[in-house]
């Protein structure tokens, strides 16, 4: 019995021994837990404990914040008065991680303090802002789409690879030709065009698209089979039904002539007969073979002679009418008004006597012999020739 009492002693007593050590070690807890709230980031701790056997403080951080007392931003956050994700685009920056601003560090030609933008002329920020591509005839596009805006040179589409309505390129060359306005009237033509290189045996050529009826290919510029030419506009050849217009050539393209007649015809128009055919060339179409019936052609032909024998007639009396007007006034006109002029007629056997055969021009008498008693006699008919000479 008093054994048991001494053992139930001893305990109590290491019981009062320990109690105080126990209460000590206890506030020393409370102390060292107030002490880690103090050390660890307030903001950045979501709860401290104090390794009681080593004695280290131990902060749990919060999301986003890192460091051994929660007081720095984890990598991919920044500070301003709390931790802030960056955000960084994951393909316009080069990393996730961001200066104390927010501001991510960008891959070339790219943009925006977050790096989610392309520069101007860059597009397609998946892969990282790509040069747009506009074939040279613009620098901007959209920066999602690439689609190229305000293409110059005429040129249109996503890539300013093709041309404006009305202008046309030859493609083959390149995408980086201007486009050039067709050469396609609109009087003529629908005015579009396009280059086919084909044409013409391979030499190429711009080609209107669809020509007005009357016009051909490639420019609408020269007239359609059946078509001529006239008054700068074709016209389709008149040859009065007399052709087959599934036929090709059948009209002169310049003169409108027509050259290939059916049905027994002839002329410009397939407008009559052939030679010794006779019948109605233009409704009933039945010119027929007979030679001998005299016929309105021939009939024509006879009344064209007459009237060509009579206007030669008329041209003929009117020639020599003229002639003699012509003639009747020259002679009025030139003819010389008679000078005076006095003509004496010897015979051999004539004599004269002059009352002063002195005052003659003796070099002109000079053989007429004067007779005695001033009588002029003629010596012979050789003498009257030297004085009219
Ligand atoms: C992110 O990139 C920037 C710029 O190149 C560099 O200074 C920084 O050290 C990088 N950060 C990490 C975590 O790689
Ligand atoms: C952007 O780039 C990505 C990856 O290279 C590609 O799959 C996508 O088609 C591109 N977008 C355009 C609009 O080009
Ligand atoms: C396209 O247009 C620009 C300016 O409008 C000009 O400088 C350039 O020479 C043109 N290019 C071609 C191929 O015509
Ligand atoms: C096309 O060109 C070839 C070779 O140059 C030639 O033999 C042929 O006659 C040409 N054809 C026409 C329709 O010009
Ligand atoms: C030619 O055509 C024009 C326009 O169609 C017209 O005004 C003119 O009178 C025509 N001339 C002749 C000689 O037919
Ligand atoms: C041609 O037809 C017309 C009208 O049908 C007729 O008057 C004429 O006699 C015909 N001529 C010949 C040569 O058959
Ligand atoms: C053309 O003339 C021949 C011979 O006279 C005749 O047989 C034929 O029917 C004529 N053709 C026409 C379409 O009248």
Redesign the pocket.
């Known amino acids: 019995m008093l054994r048991s009492m001494d053992i139930h002693r001893q305990r109590t007593l290491s019981l009062l021994i320990w109690l105080p050590v126990l209460v000590v070690l206890t506030q020393t807890l409370v102390v060292c837990s107030l002490e880690c709230k103090d050390q660890c980031s307030e903001v950045g701790t979501q709860n401290a404990t104090c390794d009681n056997t080593t004695g280290v403080w131990n902060c749990t951080c919060k999301p986003f914040y890192s460091g051994p007392l929660c007081s720095e931003c984890k990598d991919g956050y920044f500070n301003t008065s709390s931790c802030q994700p960056c955000e960084c685009d994951k393909n316009g920056a080069v990393n996730q991680t961001c200066d104390g601003h927010g501001n991510c560090f960008c891959k070339a030609n790219v943009n925006g303090s977050k790096c989610d933008s392309c520069n101007d002329g860059y597009?397609?920020?998946?892969?990282?802002c790509?040069i747009c591509e506009c074939n040279g005839h613009s620098d901007t596009c959209d920066a999602?789409?690439?689609v190229c805006s305000d293409c110059k040179n005429h040129t249109t589409g996503v890539h300013c690879d093709s041309c404006e309505l009305y202008y046309y390129r030859d493609d083959t060359q390149g995408l980086e030709d201007g486009c050039q306005l067709c050469p396609c009237d609109d009087k003529t033509s629908t005015q579009t065009c396009h280059y086919d290189a084909d044409y013409d045996n391979n030499t190429g050529s711009v080609v209107c698209d669809s020509c007005k009826d009357g016009y051909s290919q490639p420019l609408c510029e020269d007239c359609a089979d059946n078509y001529f030419m006239d008054n700068s506009t074709c016209q389709l050849c008149d040859c009065n039904g007399n052709i087959n217009l599934e036929d090709t050539g059948n009209c002169d393209p310049l003169t409108g002539k027509c050259l290939k007649c059916l049905y027994n015809t002839t002329g410009r128009h397939c407008e009559e007969c052939l030679p010794d055919y006779h019948g109605d060339p233009i409704i009933a179409k039945n010119c027929t073979y007979s030679p001998n019936k005299p016929d309105e052609p021939t009939r024509a032909s006879t009344s064209t002679n007459i009237i060509t024998i009579t206007v030669i007639a008329l041209i003929v009396v009117i020639v020599v009418i003229a002639g003699i007007g012509l003639y009747c006034y020259r002679q009025r006109h030139y003819r010389k008004a008679p000078l005076p002029f006095w003509t004496i007629e010897l015979r051999k056997d004539d004599s004269m006597s002059f009352n002063d055969y002195h005052n003659l021009d003796s070099s002109l008498i000079d053989d007429v012999l004067v007779a005695p008693r001033g009588q002029l006699r003629m010596g012979d008919t050789s003498n009257y020739e030297t004085i009219n000479s």
């Open positions: 597009f397609n920020l998946t892969a990282g790509v999602v789409t690439g």
